[in-house]
């Protein structure tokens, strides 16, 4: 990889810090939320008094019934990311001279995967508190998974790359974290970060806040009115991203990083447990939020979303135009920089 700012120490040092840490952060995650009453000060004090025994004890056992949620839903949406008709979209040019091509069909696969999900519920087929009372499973599934997941895209970044935009850092480590290959696919058409980033991580946040929502009405028979300002702005934004999924597939997150344990690891696993958790801690703790109050949080928070679309708006069109473009019917002022980006030393 190219030069960093930091020491070879402290860029290791950061890196096995999130390889180890960051998988026991979600399960103590869920624990605190679900089973801790939301109260970091008694997971805290459950640690203090049982140490790591304590923690290998609450690590929930990946089920079959976990395995199969996970194994559905990532076929479900593999396939609808293969099948399901979209315009061909083209990324930015990589260093190496390639142009990704990609089937701009997220909207719709996002529409299929709420109606499906809410429809099999609704007629009674499948019933979506199973994953609520799976999730601590799910979970676990994940972690290990994911993690087996990134090691065969180290693997295959070696043996069988995809594309020119690949290389090693020559350092094992930093290679499984980093990844190997910039735009690594299984086939000509099924686009691994496509799949993780977009079709099975931001997906899973709108299905897991619908899954929420519902838990809380078989629960309680309603839905508090904070689940549902939550919910609501939570399904917001997650249908902007993929309403704008084309624009995201020429930002960093694809263009720059590659496929490793940073963003498919933290897509498959970061994203559905930590993003989703304020609806995770409301299922048992609904707040009455009233009705002037719920609509000024739903509002802000819609403010929020349209502010960060915007600005993800405007540096598209200012990348489109070459700075000519205007933005507020005035020129774009700019910060010119020199950078490089580097997959192998």
Known sequence: MGATVHSPLVTYASVISLLTLCPPFVILLWYTMTLADGSVSETFHYLRQNGLQGLLHIWPTPTPTACKIIAVYA????ALQLLLPGKTVYGPISPTGHRPVYKANGLQAYFVTLITYFALWWFGIFNPTIVYHHLGEIYSALIFGSFLFCVFLYIKGHLAPSSTDSGSSGNLIIDFYWGMELYPR?????????FTNCRFGMMSWAVLALTYCIKQYEENGKVADSMLVNTALMLVYVTKFFWWEAGYWSTMDIAHDRAGFYICWGCLVWVPSVYTSPGMYLV???????????????VAGILCIYINYDCDRQRQEFRRTNGKGTVWGKAPSKVGIISSLSLCP
Do not use: M, Q, R, T
Not at 189 to 194: S, T
Not at 284 to 298: D, E, M, Q, R, T
């Open 75 to 78: 076929a479900f949406e593999a």
């Open 186 to 194: 299984i086939g000509k058409h099924f686009d691994i970060k496509v």
């Open 284 to 298: 048992n703790h609904p707040v009455n939020l009233g009705i002037k109050l719920a609509l000024s949080i739903l």
